[in-house]
């Protein structure tokens, strides 16, 4: 069981939590709370099909430490909140936070060290951003949905221009391999330049209109990706390809199945 979690040197890109914290707070999991590692561990022993990307156990892990509330008990709120505190109080603090348990857990479980790919999308959160995100193909969903590759790259566009550190958030996400987006982070203004540009129909089912946005967002953050260097267009295309056939063996399974 990953009981004792390795003081290591905090990495070199973790630049919003210092050592002494991250020990800190580390040893409080280990000592207090030990049981909230289980799931990790479960992860740890499955790393053979997933080597690279960590899953949502570690960010439980995360909004238990930030709220005391595990499946809905609040009961221990106080007391986890008092035993954990200072926590970071920014986006990229938890977001290193949220990086070091899991370096902490492959190094406990003789995995090497998972890597910060690429570079940051700017030389600091608060500015010395490039003036646009690199181009790529639209996706198949932008596609499907019916939307050009003009349209995408105006959208795009736009929601870089309003929503920039935003997107330098997502991009040390996707730099660390830290999906699902840790939660709790600032959202883009609800005002998006997608209704600007007549991208979401009116009168449209909510779900449907949901969807497009979501869609339309991720286009913009997988842009992010590329220009951060995190992912390449040849990695982009290899999981497009997956995807879709794994969509069509998926119909004809469904088809057998009726």
Known sequence: MLQNLPNLPIHPETKCLLQEDADRIFGVLCTKYPEL?????????????????????????????????????????????????????????FIDLTFELWRRCRVTAGYSEPEIKGQSLASSYEGGYPEKLVDKPISVDCQEIGYTQDQVDQFVELYYEDNKKLCYIVGEVSRRDLYPLPRGLPHD???????????????????????????????????????????????????????????????QLQKKQN
Request: charged residues 35%; aromatic residues 4%; glycine residues 4%.
């Open 37 to 93: 590692l289980k799931n990790i561990e479960l992860v740890i022993k499955d790393l053979s099909m997933h080597p690279v990307h960590m899953d949502d156990s570690y960010l439980r892990v995360i909004d238990f430490m930030r709220s005391g509330c595990i499946g809905g008990d609040r009961s221990r709120a106080k007391e986890v909140k008092e035993a954990f505190k200072p926590l970071p109080d920014t986006a990229l603090g």
């Open 189 to 251: 203004k609800e005002n998006d330049p997608s209704a600007a540009l007549n991208l979401l129909p009116e009168n449209e089912d909510t779900r449907q209109t949901n969807k497009r946005r979501i869609i339309l967002r991720n286009e913009a953050h997988s842009r992010v990706s590329v220009t951060c260097q995190s992912v390449t267009l040849e990695e982009f295309k290899r999981s497009e390809d997956i995807y879709l056939k794994n969509r069509e063996l998926s119909k």
